[in-house]
């Protein structure tokens, strides 16, 4: 009888083993497989947006190819019409997509993340998407990494909400939806990862920038199985002429902390003086795109979000007083399409200010000393890094995203210096505020911790049902038959009550029935032992970190009703308390920073 045994249960005892070495890891494991999951599906929903450009621009031109030289190749007449038409259709969309969901707001991903609870609504956003398709590819002064970043953030945040994760893993997940999304605008996924860690969530801490790297690499495959390979600008070898030169670049920090805060004013002087015209959406937006028509009769290449004209001045091939000119008008270009209400992103606008402040400085560098500066394309290159620090307020993304899309290891010491001397210099001003900052609702930002739902103050909100439970006197062959196909830390033993009276390993239940001193007829009480750890409702998080704190091993916890009543209410991840302690200490560092 007991070889017969053996004989039944020991197949049974080794698969379930097997399943248990291999998901031993479980948070992890399934953290990191569907932040590579979100990554994938982030990164072709970025394909497809760019294939959606790349339609409606020959729509709306007849015409492929980059935007500026579209834009050359139209008369007078047409680059005045053509982003006038896409700024009307673009207002359309949004229009009558309010009327068609009215009380649905798009949220942003930026909002989901920071002051929301993750969840992303796909028809507002959607409908957004496709203005953006029109503002851009009509020739909108105006990113396409915006959108593209939207998109892949609506992805993590529908593969959450489908299962049905806690709060702060869910904006996890759309956080790694973001990391995809800048990895595939850019091909930068270090930078991809550190620009959602370092200015959305406001922490760098393992638990959460693991899988924004693990999305981040996913998407950036992706992206190169679809696109090919390539750095995203086209720019010569740096040149380092002296070690002396590093004050100049330092110079020119400051100089672009200082021109980064009349940048911000300036689009946000633009929102208001649109927002005051009181007009329908599309016929402010065809205004908007009016204007800029206008400005490209006679300087064509304030057409689109401008990575052909950068490549020109990183090369030098855009130089003087038509370098300037091109400056000036993309800057107001830009602030009339932002402030229009036009779709898109402002990062690569922000690159291509920050590209041409730095040849500028360089070039008249370099007429006043030819032999110990190198050219304009040198500080072009290092100016790029250093605008975006000091919009962004993030100075080590900045220097890895100029790093990873040149690929050229010369820039890294004047980047270095120039980004974050332009990220002190623009925090010398009292109201100085990053260009991210103000995507958030202002009403929203000004809340206090009390009043923000998102502000978990305790652990109910990451409160999950229990893995396994089984009532005392069940078999441990009906244990083993009902183990569930994912990993199981613990299994709870309840008494006819729901009452948490045990728990038992089962890991060590595996290990005891394929020996030969359990026999799986015995009842589960033979293997339970009194459950050593416990969290309660309603208990803050410190109070439960302090409880995981006492051991190394537990990643899952029980939660029972109180001190006084033990039902079972279900359990609390480690990992998810982790997040959501580093959620809550990110905020109050934010709000340190900003007092």
């Not at 709060?167 to 973001?178: E, F, I, K, N």
């Not at 990643?555 to 997040?579: C, E, F, K, M």
């Amino acid at each position: 009888m007991i070889r017969q045994s053996k004989l039944v249960t020991a197949p049974i005892a080794l698969l379930t083993r097997l399943r248990l070495a291999l998901m031993r890891h479980e948070e992890l494991t399934s953290v990191m497989a569907w932040a590579a999951l979100i990554g994938f599906l982030g990164a072709t929903s970025c394909v497809l947006f760019r294939d959606g450009i790349r339609l409606f621009e020959f729509l709306l031109t007849g015409k492929y190819g980059d935007l500026v030289q579209v834009a050359e190749s139209l008369k007078d007449w047409q680059r005045v019409i053509i982003p006038c038409a896409g700024g009307y259709l673009a207002g359309l969309v949004l229009y009558f997509g309010a009327r068609v969901l009215p009380g649905q707001r798009s949220v942003d991903y930026m909002e989901a993340i920071v002051v929301g609870n993750g969840a992303i609504q796909a028809r507002p956003t959607l409908i957004r998407s496709l203005s953006s398709l029109c503002s851009i590819a009509s020739g909108g002064s105006i990113g396409r990494e915006g959108p593209m970043v939207q998109l892949a953030g609506l992805i993590g945040s529908k593969i959450g909400t489908f299962l049905g994760v806690p709060v702060p893993r869910l904006r996890l997940m759309v956080a790694c939806g973001a990391s995809a999304g800048i990895t595939a605008a850019y091909n930068a996924p270090i930078s991809g990862a550190l620009f959602v860690a370092e200015i959305v969530m406001g922490s760098i801490a393992m638990e959460s920038f693991g899988p924004l790297l693990v999305s981040a690499v996913t998407a950036n495959v992706t992206i190169h199985h679809f696109l090919g390979f390539s750095s995203v600008f086209a720019a010569p070898q740096f040149q380092f002429v002296s070690n002396w030169e590093l004050l100049f670049y330092a110079v020119l920090g400051v100089l672009l902390g200082h021109l980064a805060p009349p940048f911000l004013a300036l689009l946000k002087t633009a929102k208001h003086q649109f927002a005051k015209l009181n007009w329908p959406t599309y016929l402010t937006m065809a205004a908007g795109g009016m204007l800029v028509g206008g400005i490209s009769m006679f300087v064509p290449e304030v057409w689109g979000n401008g990575f052909s004209t950068v490549s020109g001045i990183l090369n030098g091939d855009i130089i003087g007083w038509m370098l300037l000119i091109i400056l000036l008008t993309k800057v107001l270009s830009t602030a009339i399409t932002v402030g229009s209400g036009a779709v898109g992103g402002v990062f690569t606008p922000t690159l291509f200010a920050g590209a041409a402040i730095g040849a500028l400085f360089g070039g008249a560098l370099h007429l006043a000393m030819p032999h110990h500066v190198a050219n304009g394309s040198a500080y072009a290159l290092v100016g790029m890094g250093g605008f975006l620090a000091a919009t962004t307020h993030a100075p080590l993304m900045s220097i890895l995203m100029i790093f990873e899309m040149t690929l050229d290891y010369n820039v890294v010491l004047p980047l270095m210096l120039a980004c974050v001397t332009a990220h002190y210099a623009a925090k010398v001003y009292r109201h100085g505020r990053s260009i991210y900052q103000d995507t958030l609702d202002p009403e929203v930002q000004e809340k206090t911790d009390d009043q923000r739902e998102w502000h978990l103050q305790t652990i109910n909100a990451l409160i999950k049902p229990c893995s396994a439970i089984v009532h005392r006197g069940t078999s441990l062959q009906q244990v083993l038959n009902t183990l569930p196909k994912r990993a199981v830390d613990a299994i709870y033993v309840v008494n006819e009550d729901n009452e948490l009276v045990a728990w038992v390993d089962p890991h060590k239940l595996i290990n005891d029935v394929g020996g030969s001193g359990v026999s799986v007829v015995q009842d589960i009480d033979a293997l339970a032992t009194p459950v050593p750890l416990s969290l309660q409702t309603g208990m803050s998080l410190g109070a439960a970190l302090d409880v995981f704190l006492r051991s190394d091993d537990v990643l899952t916890l029980p939660v029972i009703a109180n001190a006084w009543h033990s039902t079972l209410v279900g359990q609390v991840s480690r990992h998810d308390l982790l997040l959501a302690v580093q959620d809550q200490i990110a905020s109050r560092n934010k709000q340190a920073a900003a007092g």
